[in-house]
C-alpha cells in the first residue's frame, strides 16, 4: 500500500488534473490527458507522473484494467471545496468564517443578484423563511 502525504491540499497543477477527474469520473491516463489536451497540451509521461503523486497523496485510487490504470476520484469536490475553505479561513482570516463571508460581501465583482442568492442561502441554513 502506498503512503498517504500529509498534505490535505492540491497545487495547481493538481488541481487542474482533480477537475478534469472529478468532471469525468476518472480514466486511463490517456484518458485524462485527452481532456487536458484541451486546455494546454501536455505530455503523456508528465500526466502519468502528476496521477502517480496524486494517487500517493490520497486524491485518486488506481485500478488496472487490462495493461492500463484506471484512476477515479478518492475525494469527493464536496469534501475537498470544505477541506480548502476551512484552510483558507484558518490561515488567511484567523479562522473567522464571518470575516471570510464579509471579503467576499465587500469584493465589487459580487453582483446584488449573487448577494441575493448568498442571503437566500443563509435563510434556507438558518431556518429563516422571510426572504
Do not use: C, H
Amino acid at each position: 500500500m502506498r503512503k498517504k502525504q500529509d498534505n490535505p491540499l492540491l497545487t495547481e497543477v493538481e488541481l487542474e488534473f482533480m477537475t478534469v477527474v472529478w468532471e469525468t469520473g476518472g480514466g486511463t491516463v490517456r484518458d485524462i490527458l485527452a481532456e487536458l489536451n484541451k486546455r494546454q497540451e501536455r505530455a503523456y509521461t508528465s500526466v502519468a507522473t502528476v496521477l502517480k503523486i496524486m494517487e500517493q497523496k490520497g486524491f485518486l485510487t488506481s485500478e488496472r484494467a487490462d495493461r492500463s490504470l484506471v484512476y477515479r476520484p478518492a475525494v469527493p469536490k464536496a469534501d475537498y471545496q470544505k477541506t480548502t475553505l476551512k484552510n483558507l479561513s484558518s490561515k488567511l482570516f484567523n479562522g473567522a468564517p464571518a470575516a471570510l463571508v464579509a471579503r467576499l460581501v465587500d469584493d465589487e465583482d459580487v453582483t446584488d443578484d449573487m448577494l441575493v442568492e448568498i442571503r437566500a442561502m443563509l435563510n434556507e441554513r438558518l431556518g429563516d423563511d422571510e426572504r
